[in-house]
């Protein structure tokens, strides 16, 4: 399909939604004809702005593109939750109907707490995102760990999305809590970045700080491809990062030995054939006297490959844990896991929420993460 009819076809179904929403509520709120005009152009502006948010990555540089970006993304998640309360409000609405309890004041005040809801949700859920992640402690029980790797602990991040809205300044806040955590190793684990390297270069430049006595580890995820992987694996490297395509390290304490494994995202293949993830690769010609397999794989659907390839745990991200409702439904209709730790065979998966966010800066119901992965004795 081409761009300029898929642009038609969303603004088309912006539209409808809109003219939908504004038929629901405007009717029962009574504003009078100039309140009514207003209520109109509001959501006109809105089907505008919409759009905007959704090619926010891709806007030119302009004194007044981040501002114009903003917007959009905010106006994104306003939508969201203003089309979703729109439609429980009808669902609410055909309960009390069919029970012969509706009334105008009840059409009324309902219409009036929708988009009231919608702009708590938002605020809310603005504050939820644009803090700084919390860290969250996993403890992984491996059968048969030695004891020189009891504590071993992985900082994990994912899914910050640096780009129209996310910039240095957030970025380096999530690196100096990373840093403290003192953690043996850190992993990446995909979507880092909403943008090219010539436009984000400098916001992500705090990479370079990230330490770790046994390494700093990145893999692609999805977003990557969208924004010219090549480039960003290059760039990543240049930090001092080591990115991990279908590849392995081995680390040692005393006599006990780990693996930490990395593969490409799972739908890479579709941009660069030679980027398959296959976990099996990644792990091909390890030493035979390693003790414990980590896999870091973008998305959690990657699990049953790499459970067949003898891993131990996989850390996974990609979901953002849904973000905000009803989002949070729909993940589990491609995804395995929404979030936390599960289990695929003999091996465990720990799916992360997201150290930052993907478009709308909202959290809600999901909220950001910065996790501590530490092994365990089972």
Do not use: C
Request: hydrophobic residues 50%; glycine residues 8%.
């Amino acid at each position: 399909m081409r761009p300029s009819r898929s642009f038609v076809i969303l603004l088309s179904l912006l539209v409808l939604l809109q003219v939908y929403i504004g038929m629901r509520l405007l009717p029962d709120l009574a504003l009078g004809m100039a309140g009514n005009i207003a209520a109109v152009l509001a959501l006109v502006l809105l089907t505008v702005l919409v759009p905007v948010g959704l090619m926010s990555a891709s806007l030119r540089r302009r004194r007044w593109s981040g501002m114009v970006a903003w917007a959009g993304l905010l106006s994104m998640g306003f939508f969201s939750s203003l089309l979703v309360a729109t439609l429980l409000r009808d669902l609410v609405l055909l309960g009390l109907m069919a029970a012969g309890l509706l009334s105008p004041a009840i059409g009324r005040g309902s219409a009036l707490a929708v988009p009231l809801v919608a702009a708590g949700v938002t605020l809310v859920g603005f504050v939820n995102a644009r803090r700084v992640a919390r860290v969250v402690r996993v403890d992984v029980p491996i059968a048969r760990l030695p004891p020189e790797l009891h504590g071993y602990s992985i900082a994990q991040i994912s899914d910050i999305h640096v780009g129209p809205t996310i910039k240095r300044a957030f970025l380096n806040a999530i690196v100096n809590k990373v840093n403290a955590l003192g953690a043996d190793a850190i992993a990446i684990t995909g979507d880092l970045v909403d943008g090219s390297v010539q436009r984000l270069s400098l916001h992500t430049q705090p990479l370079a700080r990230l330490a770790a006595p046994d390494g700093v580890y990145f893999v692609t995820g999805n977003h990557e491809y969208y924004s010219g992987a090549e480039e960003w694996i290059a760039e990543v490297r240049r930090l001092g990062v080591t990115v991990l395509l279908n590849q392995h390290v081995v680390r040692r304490r005393g006599s006990a030995a780990l693996m930490i494994a990395g593969v490409a995202d799972y739908t890479a293949h579709f941009f660069n054939p030679a980027h398959r993830s296959d976990p099996r690769a990644a792990a091909a010609g390890a030493p035979q006297d390693v003790d414990v397999r980590v896999l870091l794989a973008h998305q959690p659907r990657s699990a049953p490959e790499a459970a067949a390839a003898g891993f131990h745990l996989q850390l996974s991200g990609h979901t953002h844990g849904g973000q905000f409702f009803p989002w949070n439904l729909f993940v589990p209709l491609q995804q395995p896991f929404v979030a936390g730790l599960k289990r695929v065979r003999e091996m465990w998966v720990y799916t992360s929420r997201g150290t930052g966010y993907w478009g709308p800066p909202k959290r809600f119901g999901a909220p950001s993460e910065i996790t501590l992965v530490r092994l365990v004795p089972q």
